[in-house]
């Protein structure tokens, strides 16, 4: 099957700082989610991006689907950015997203 | 995008119970997912249920541990039978993406501890 992987594993920002997370995956996909998942275990959704980019406040993504990665850029970090982004993809029609491992950021005031 | 509600949103059990978790969705949907995140881990999905079928279990998951009902277009249960400290973790269910094709919108959760 697909193989998500992203990276770093962990990041720890001081609030105010930018921030890039990546994501990688091994084949071609339909669409391509990012999700921020709050210390409380809720997911939320950030973007679907299969292509492009796309903005939303201080956050941006980009999907290069032909080069197979997508990144996800915070900007001037707060401290309730802190949690977990996971980057999920579906990679042929009516499938489940299957999930990265995630980012687990931390930023401190 | 829809709006998702799950129940219990968490709970302790006692080993070798059952917990029934309900997932209501706003409005109809064809496709609902049941995943697991355990603790520090990422999201595993556990079945596909679909209204009017038999709900297709992932590789490791099966139907006497997890069994599902989708009676209808807008509700699903998963439970958790049997259950060992193992299945500590949170369940997560979501629905497909309406007028945006393979997308997906997750319920709240329910934070499971099994003692």
């Known amino acids: 099957g697909i193989q998500v992987e992203q990276s770093p594993p962990d990041l720890i920002l001081q609030e105010g700082a930018n921030s890039t997370l990546r994501c990688n995956f091994s084949d071609s996909v339909n669409n391509l989610q990012w999700f921020h998942q709050n210390p409380w275990g809720q997911l939320i959704n950030l973007f679907y991006?299969?292509?492009g980019t796309k903005q939303n406040g201080r956050l941006s993504a980009t999907t290069v689907a032909t080069e197979r990665y997508s990144l996800l850029y915070i900007s001037s970090s707060q401290t309730t950015d802190s949690g977990v982004y996971f980057c999920?993809?579906?990679?042929?029609?009516?499938?489940?997203?299957?999930f990265g491992k995630g980012t687990r950021l931390s930023v401190i005031a | 995008s829809a709006v998702i509600s799950q129940k219990p949103s968490r709970d302790i059990c006692q080993r070798g119970t059952s917990l029934t978790i309900q997932c209501q969705v706003d409005?109809?949907?064809?496709?609902m997912f049941w995943y697991r995140q355990q603790p520090g881990q990422s999201l595993t999905l556990i079945a596909t249920?679909?209204?009017?079928?038999?709900?297709?279990?992932e590789s490791g998951f099966v139907i006497d541990k997890f069994p599902i009902s989708r009676p209808n277009l807008t509700f699903s249960t998963l439970t958790v039978s049997n259950m060992s400290p193992e299945d500590s973790s949170i369940y997560l269910c979501?629905?497909?993406?309406?007028?945006?094709?393979?997308?997906?919108?997750f319920g709240p959760g329910t934070r499971l501890t099994v003692l």
């Open positions: 409005s109809q949907v064809t496709m």
């Open positions: 249920a679909n209204q009017g079928s038999e709900a297709t279990y």
């Open positions: 999920a993809v579906v990679y042929s029609g009516n499938t489940p997203l299957v």
């Open positions: 979501s629905v497909d993406g309406r007028g945006v094709a393979d997308t997906q919108y």
């Open positions: 991006i299969p292509s």
